[in-house]
Every structure is written in structure tokens, then in C-alpha cells.
């Protein structure tokens, strides 16, 4: 399984947009990339999945370029409540989906 | 998403006392489950992965006899700290895998074990 490096905190301010990358250079072929995000004492709530170029949906975008080493998550103007831990996730396909975390991004956002 | 049910949400016990947790997930059928525990301030780690029907496959250094796994069916999986120790108090947290190639994996809500 591919080993991801995330930033280990970040900070913003209400109303901005945050991005958080994620390197992921010996992922596999078939492996799609998959976003969580924590809050404390919760499990891990799923944000969005690709696999190559952009993916948008309500909540985020996922940007993944051509050679799909990295991507990066996309928060359109964060609130206090997108404070939260998010992790980044290669994920293989097929039936065996063995998700493995790293420490993932600790984001503050502030008043 | 899926809507996956963790009982107890928390649960405080003597240490050489057994727990157990039990996962459900409610909308589908979860032929993999994967478990997890969380230390403070760390992030998951896997504890084991069991298939509907067979014995569980655990991760290096996570003992098998102390935390049982039973996935008897496709919707229930139960994980039993046998004679729970202080370290042994943790956030744990279930992921039941219906293995489709772009299926999302959902997580538990959780369950906080705290041994005195």
C-alpha cells in the first residue's frame, strides 16, 4: 500500500479556502484516493474519492494531477465546524478495500 | 452513506473483565469488516480484518486471543476485549466493506473503552 505524507496541521480563517495536499508517490495503478475527515471521539466521516483529474461534490473538490503522486482536497470556505482531523487514503479496488491511516492533517480554522 | 451502529458508544470496565463491542451495519451487507482502535491524539490503526464466515486475519503485534472477532453475518460483527487491561482502553472503530471496486467505506461511530 502506497504511503502517504500530509502537512501535520494547518490553520485558517472563516470564510477562506484551504487546501491540504497529499503525496502518494508509489501509488498503484488501480488504487483511487480516498478523503476522510475525523472530529474527536467520532470515526472517520468519507468526503470525496477519485481517481484522476477533479472531482467536486458538495462538500469538496479533489484535485489529482495526470501523474496522480499527489492530490489535494479542497475546502471552499472553511466555518468553524470543518476544524477536524483529514487523512488521506490510497484505496485499492476490488473486493479487499484495506484502508491504512497515516496521521493525517490536523486543521484549525479560526474566528 | 451507509449507516453503520456501534454499541456501546462508551463503555467503562475492571480491568480482567471482557467487553464487547458490537458493529452493525443497517443498509448493507458488509462481507468485509475491518477494525480499528485509536490511542489519544493518534491516528487508526488496523487492528484485524475479518470475512463473513472465517476466521480473522489480524495485524502484526495485535494479540488474537485477546481481541476476538466474530463476523457471523453479514450485517453483525462483534470485537471482545477478553481480560481488559488499562492500556487496553481505546477508541475503537468498526468499517464494514461490501467490496465493490468503487464502493465508498464507511466507518462506525465508534466506541470508547476506558479499563480501569
Known amino acids: 500500500l502506497a504511503k502517504t505524507t500530509q502537512p501535520i496541521s494547518m490553520d485558517s480563517y472563516e470564510g477562506q479556502e484551504v487546501n491540504i495536499t497529499c503525496s502518494h508517490n508509489?501509488?498503484?495503478?488501480?488504487?483511487?484516493i480516498t478523503w476522510y475527515q475525523q472530529f474527536p471521539s467520532q470515526g472517520p466521516r468519507f468526503i470525496i474519492q477519485?481517481?484522476?483529474t477533479k472531482v467536486t461534490n458538495e462538500v469538496a473538490s479533489l484535485f489529482i494531477p495526470a501523474d496522480r503522486k499527489s492530490s489535494t482536497l479542497s475546502l471552499p470556505r472553511v466555518s468553524l465546524s470543518d476544524t477536524a482531523v483529514y487523512y488521506c487514503?490510497?484505496?485499492?479496488?476490488?473486493?479487499?478495500?484495506?484502508?491504512?491511516f497515516g496521521a493525517g492533517t490536523r486543521l484549525a480554522v479560526h474566528p | 452513506g451507509a449507516v453503520v451502529s456501534q454499541h456501546p458508544s462508551r463503555v467503562i470496565c475492571k480491568s480482567g473483565t471482557s467487553v464487547k463491542i458490537e458493529c452493525r451495519s443497517l443498509?448493507?451487507?458488509?462481507?468485509?469488516m475491518f477494525w480499528y482502535r485509536q490511542f489519544p491524539k493518534q491516528s487508526l490503526m488496523l487492528m484485524a480484518t475479518s470475512n463473513e464466515g472465517s476466521k480473522a486475519t489480524y495485524e502484526q503485534g495485535v494479540e488474537k486471543d485477546k481481541f476476538l472477532i466474530n463476523h457471523a453475518s453479514l450485517t453483525l460483527s462483534t470485537l471482545t476485549v477478553t481480560s481488559a487491561h488499562p492500556e487496553d482502553s481505546s477508541f475503537y472503530i468498526c468499517s464494514p466493506a461490501s467490496g465493490g471496486e468503487t464502493d465508498t467505506q464507511y466507518f462506525g461511530p465508534g466506541t470508547r473503552l476506558t479499563v480501569l
Open positions: 443498509d448493507f451487507q458488509a462481507t468485509t
Open positions: 477519485g481517481y484522476k
Open positions: 487514503l490510497p484505496r485499492g479496488s476490488g473486493g479487499y478495500n484495506k484502508l491504512i
Open positions: 508509489n501509488i498503484a495503478t488501480n488504487d483511487y
